[in-house]
């Protein structure tokens, strides 16, 4: 004889699993939204506070990519940055695709910087930097290579500084091609940060005390004015 109370109990078994699942979706759903990647493909100069810098779209080794220059700036010292505006990054993920070499008027020894800067307050006034030294990554020299990227913070911890104060703490070797699209991903939690070159498992630099306070603050693309630096696919990913 069919159990209709044994029915109704397993209607309403499956009944309140059914509705689990659906809530459980939804606030999965919720928290994925919360942190969405915002992609910038860098194919226009719109939305970019300049610093010091001009900023142009060129094709460069197969792409269509941003490029920073500071013709003005005869002196061969300071910063290009170009802030992405809207950016409100305080903990998260920034992965950029990035080339750069020294100017064809510098001296031999240039190196040629290019990177990305976070936490950045208005106009660039502070930011964290993480960058890379191309010309450095293979190098014949072993300790020109074991600065091939580097952490500082602008204005008051610069690379000189930190040098001087802590040698080799916040800076490290990774291989790098002169010229080459180089693949970065910075890692923000915060006072730490990591970062991972070409899809590296492994960072090649650990940052474990970042100068500036916590912070939210812009993204923005950064590189010393004795460099043509090139970018493209920058994606930022924002987490709590």
Known sequence: M???SLD???IAFFGLTLALILVAATVFGAGKASTPTHNYRLDSTEGLELINTTAQVVDYRGRRALHLSSPQDKSGR???IA???????KNGTIEADVAGVPITTMDPTARGFVGIVFRAQPHGATAENIYIRPTNGRADD???RNHSV???SIPDFPWERLRKEQPGVYESYTDLDAGAWTKLKIEVHGD???????GATQP????????LPTASGQVGLWAFVATDAYFSNLAITRQP
């Open 2 to 4: 069919w159990n209709r």
């Open 8 to 10: 109704r109990r397993l």
């Open 78 to 80: 300071g910063s290009m």
């Open 83 to 89: 802030l992405v505006t809207g950016t409100d990054f």
């Open 142 to 144: 072993q300790l020109r």
């Open 150 to 152: 580097q952490y500082e």
């Open 192 to 198: 730490k940060a990591k970062l991972y070159v070409n």
């Open 204 to 211: 090649c630099l650990i940052v474990n005390d970042l100068k």
